[in-house]
């Protein structure tokens, strides 16, 4: 069974960092694309950035505030997330294509931004 699972969100201020984990199990996070989305309270889903190989691609609100990595020897992907806003408040997620065309997702990990 393929589960990415995300950790490291929390409560922080606007200006501040954060590093979300996403841990893989039952498939080779290196292997594919790897992609992190939120959703905001009330909004849709919204697509952050992708990491496949060593290539990254982001939204355009990502862009240059927030890093997509991967560590292949412990198999996870991380999103380093600098000058956090209160509009980055959301439930984070990792996902791969092959659990998105089944229509699972995970838990995701809360990020608050507020003073």
């Known amino acids: 069974q393929v589960q990415l699972v995300e950790s490291g969100g929390g409560s922080v201020q606007p200006g501040g960092s954060l590093r979300l984990s996403c841990a893989a199990s039952?498939?080779?996070?290196?292997?594919?694309?790897l992609l992190w989305y939120r959703q905001a309270p009330g909004k849709q889903r919204q697509w952050i950035g992708t990491?496949?190989?060593?290539?990254?691609q982001y939204a355009d609100f990502a862009r240059g505030r927030f890093t997509i990595s991967g560590d292949k020897a412990k198999n996870m992907a991380y999103l380093q997330m600098t000058d956090l806003k209160p509009e980055d408040t959301a439930i984070y997620y990792c996902?791969?294509?092959?659990?998105?065309?089944?229509?699972?997702w995970g838990q995701g990990t809360q990020v608050t931004v507020s003073s």
């Open positions: 996902n791969n294509y092959y659990r998105m065309s089944r229509s699972q």
């Open positions: 039952g498939t080779i996070i290196s292997s594919g694309d």
């Open positions: 990491i496949s190989g060593s290539l990254t």
